[in-house]
């Protein structure tokens, strides 16, 4: 067995390669200096970020357009707190990602020494699992078991710390000696991916008597690459889909049984299907409160299959009839398999389906058209972006009115197209995650769709893009508000618009972005959002940013207010009234 004398600094890259690193995301500082000296030969590329928010959002880019882990590496103290969004962001989106932080030396640990904070200490909640390294010895260990903990089972963020002292060069502590053989220790650790036939059994029995059922779909079909048995399973039962808001593209939406996005900003035919089933299959999903509604007003007449690698899911908002604990594409698949060998039923489902028809029919997505004289239909911007871009276009957004939009008015049709923030909702997150997409596909279209509120919080990352060329293209949705905070004063808090807006004229967004190397057009008029897309598609050597200059009155419809139930969904003006 081959050995050989090293420095823990040069053993973590060393590691990080062994386990097919081929990009990072990061900025250097005092304590984890000592690791970016032997990123000079290493076949990493690193790419150095603007603030370390974006070097972890750029790593979630990564990941959710990939499935591979992304990894970010940044400095002790303020880094570390800073990347801590993107972690707490990572952990509830289910996405696989490796982040390490320099740490101040062993010794001086408890000390209040320059740049020191308890790293995971804070971030012990928001992570799958994290690592305090006390012995260069055992960084290559730790490194391949922070790669195997983020990927495996249900996929999530791990932090590694790592004090100075046991990666610097000129410190007796960091000799150490590197192994091929590296084995990892993870007593307890053993996530099941394997089904129980009784489970599969009971949930096709309940699957054949249903009369109502839809398939309720949640990113963890992505997660377990189990995007073509999901279609399988549709197709044989003829069963309806509907594709959370972490799932779009799991199900294309041009097929016929896909019936949209549920949630509190999904659409009429997918809320209600749900509302209305006897039956929900939920495949990688966890009954969100924006999905459920108002909990025990949710779904009163259907019984539950569930499904979810993470056992903690199963029962925690929703009580199954049955729980299927293991990976979603082994459950899909033997579910298939005892659907062929014994059918899938005799239900006569007609009534089901002319109803969900009738409310595909009744109840589309619809805004009013625009009028002379008015600002831009963000709507129609994202029509537009969609019609003007290839199928497989990634497509990123922030958080707010812009992203809701952007789910319901793109027609996704391939899987790893959509990457958003679900679960922490954080703003600022597109531009960085749409980065880190580029980056994973440098020959794929990119576009981030931002709302002017989440530009101003990381539109500086464009710096990066630019120094970096990482070509993104960024439509700006820009109404001078925080537009989904505007919303609610406006529905909930009788207009009382406090402290949402922003100002209509500070920054210049066209020359923010020209300074920052970027390609820059300012749009106000309907004729011309189609040119300026189609000029924006053809720039390739540089970033786009076009602010869309849009209508603040703008809603995001159908809306089902916070505390209420699914079955209270407000629909757009020009469909209330409508029988449902």
């Known amino acids: 067995m081959a050995t050989e004398q090293m420095d823990g600094g040069r053993a973590l890259i060393r590691a990080l390669e062994e386990e097919g690193v081929e990009v990072m995301f990061g900025l250097p500082g005092g304590a984890i200096l000592p690791v970016y000296d032997p990123i000079i030969d290493s076949s990493i590329r690193h790419i150095l970020v603007r603030h370390e928010q974006g070097a972890g959002h750029m790593a979630e880019g990564y990941a959710q357009a990939t499935g591979r ?14 990347i801590v969004t993107p972690l707490c962001d990572a952990y509830l989106d289910s996405i696989p990602m490796v982040v390490i932080t320099g740490q101040v030396p062993y010794p001086a640990i408890g000390t209040d020494a320059f740049q020191e904070c308890d790293t995971t200490g804070i971030t012990q909640s928001i992570t799958k699992h994290n690592f305090l390294v006390t012995e260069a010895q055992d960084i290559p260990r730790t490194i391949k078991e922070a790669f195997h903990i983020a990927t495996t089972g249900r996929p999530g ?16 502590r960091s000799a150490m000696t590197w192994t091929d053989d590296i084995q990892i220790d993870l007593p307890g650790y053993h996530p099941e991916v394997e089904v129980d036939p009784e489970g599969i059994r009971a949930a ?23 995007v073509e048995a999901l279609r399988e399973l549709a197709e044989l039962t003829g069963i309806g889909v509907v594709t959370t808001l972490m799932a779009r593209g799991a199900f294309p939406d041009s097929h016929e049984l896909c019936l949209g996005m549920p949630g509190m900003h999904g659409n009429f035919t997918a809320v209600t299907a749900m509302q209305e089933s006897d039956l929900l299959v939920a495949l990688g999903a966890r009954f969100d409160d924006r999905v459920t509604g108002k909990l025990d007003g949710f779904a009163p007449d259907a019984k539950v299959v569930h499904v979810d690698i993470d056992p903690a899911e199963l029962g925690k908002v929703r009580r199954p009839d049955v729980a299927i604990r293991g990976d979603v594409r082994v459950a899909i698949e033997a579910l298939v398999v005892e659907l062929l060998a ?30 002379p004289g008015e600002a831009l239909k963000p709507q129609h911007v994202i029509e537009c972006l969609r019609d003007a871009t290839p199928d497989d276009t990634i497509v990123s957004s922030g958080v707010g009115q812009h992203q809701m939009w952007a789910s319901q008015y793109w027609k996704f049709d391939h899987p790893y197209t959509w990457i958003n923030s679900g679960g922490l909702g954080t703003m600022g997150f597109s531009i960085p995650a749409a980065i880190g997409a580029k980056v994973a596909h440098p020959d794929r279209m990119v576009w981030a769709v931002d709302g002017d509120g989440c530009f101003q919080m990381t539109g500086q990352e464009l710096v990066t893009a630019t120094v970096e060329n990482i070509p993104i293209k960024v439509a700006l949705l820009n109404n001078s508000y925080l537009g989904m905070v505007r919303q609610w004063q406006e529905m909930f808090y009788e207009e009382r618009y406090s402290e949402v807006f922003l100002s209509k004229d500070v920054p210049d967004y066209r020359m923010w972005a020209e300074s920052m190397g970027c390609e820059a057009m300012r749009v ?57």
Do not use: C
């Open 157 to 172: 963020p791990v932090l590694v710390d790592v004090p100075k002292d046991i990666v610097d060069p000129g410190n007796p």
């Open 524 to 580: 106000d008029d309907p004729d011309e959002v189609e040119g300026a897309i189609a000029k924006a598609n053809e720039v390739d050597d540089r970033p786009v940013v076009i602010d869309f200059r849009v209508a603040a009155e703008e809603k995001v419809y159908p809306m089902v207010p916070s505390g209420a139930s699914n079955s209270e969904l407000v629909v757009p003006p020009s469909q209330q009234g409508q029988p449902r």
């Open 204 to 226: 096709a029995d309940l699957l054949r008597g249903a009369e109502r059922p839809v398939l309720y779909v949640g990113g963890g079909i992505l997660k377990a690459r189990a």
């Open 342 to 371: 014994n059918g899938t039923g005799d239900v006569d489902r007609g009534a089901w389906r002319s109803r969900i028809s009738g409310w595909q029919e009744r109840f589309p997505l619809v805004y009013e058209p625009w009028v």
């Open 69 to 82: 882990p992304g990894v970010a590496m940044v400095t002790s103290g303020p880094a570390a707190t800073n």
